[in-house]
């Protein structure tokens, strides 16, 4: 049986098969795989640390309303040395 | 679920009286890896509380219930339903969910062991931990449970996570001065990002 031709237009809507073909070209140029389940679970947390003893703190799901993180960091450091 | 969930849902009351308690246990579960999640973390007006909630339950694997203030207030002698509740909505998502919903783990608190036979008798047979009251108690028995769950032999001790969030909570003042806010002020995300900031500093 002949192979069949892809080309540029033969998906239905005629540009997702080259979206499709340039994504995989893209991702074997970078040498990752390809997502897997696993991958996608561990991704969704943000590790912002990893404490002396090897515990990795995981930033949280809601960002804060009056600070950014820079802000409390610094504000955390300065009182911390103050302290000191 | 749990091998891959980090997400803890935190199931106690949120007014002044168990404020320290509340954030004893958010230190808790960020310093052994974890991430708290709380009803306190939805702010969409458009959505239904109890669909904020059930959805939070819903995400996460594992779950803290702190039953103690189920007790009837002075004003209109009824006790607080709302610890209950969701504990009833966690304990019927692991029975009828799916097979992740089945692998969620959860912890019971009291103030004391069996006081929770008057009230919600039902539960009998689960393994309720009782804190006393006492902060102290508290850290030291969620750390030692959230351990157990994790399997990870580095995460510290209770005693010393309980050093370490009476430290930390001497910063908070001085934290929200900078920002001309008063520490009732804060909101659960930037509690969570002071937590997770000071532990990434002092880690470093």
């Not at chain 2, 008063?182 to 909101?187: K, N, Q």
């Given at each position: 049986m002949a192979k069949r031709k892809i080309t540029e237009t033969s998906g239905r809507d005629g540009t997702l098969v080259v979206k499709k073909m340039a994504k995989k070209r893209a991702r074997v140029a970078a040498g990752s795989r390809p997502s897997n389940k696993a991958a996608r679970t561990t991704g969704r947390y943000e590790v912002a640390a990893v404490t002396r003893d090897g515990v990795r703190i995981l930033r949280g799901k809601v960002r804060p309303k009056h600070f950014t993180s820079k802000q409390i960091r610094k504000a955390i450091e300065s009182s911390l040395s103050a302290k000191a | 679920m749990p091998a891959t969930n980090r997400d803890v849902f935190i199931n106690c009351p949120f007014d002044p009286e168990y404020k320290n308690f509340f954030y004893a246990i958010v230190f808790v579960v960020i310093r052994s890896g974890f991430r708290a999640r709380c009803a306190l973390e939805a702010d969409d007006a458009s959505q239904n509380r109890f669909e904020k909630i059930c959805n939070i339950i819903a995400e996460c694997g594992y779950g803290i219930h702190d039953i103690s203030r189920t007790e009837p207030d002075p004003r209109h002698n009824l006790p607080r339903f709302n610890m209950p509740l969701e504990l009833g909505v966690f304990l019927a998502a692991k029975r009828f969910g799916i097979r992740a919903q089945k692998l969620k783990r959860c912890i019971v608190l009291d103030?004391?062991?069996?006081?929770?036979?008057?009230?919600?008798?039902?539960?009998?047979g689960q393994d309720i931990h009782s804190h006393e009251g006492k902060q102290q108690l508290l850290i030291e028995e969620l750390a030692a449970w959230l351990r157990n769950q994790s399997?990870?032999?580095?995460?510290?001790g209770g005693r010393k996570m309980a050093r370490e969030f009476v430290s930390f909570r001497r910063t908070i003042p001085r934290v929200c001065s900078q920002r001309n806010l008063?520490?009732?002020?804060?909101?659960f995300g930037d509690y969570v990002e002071m937590v997770v900031e000071y532990l990434a500093v002092t880690a470093a």
């Open positions: - | 103030k004391q062991r069996y006081r929770y036979q008057t009230f919600i008798s039902d539960i009998a399997r990870l032999r580095n995460v510290p008063h520490p009732d002020e804060l909101t």
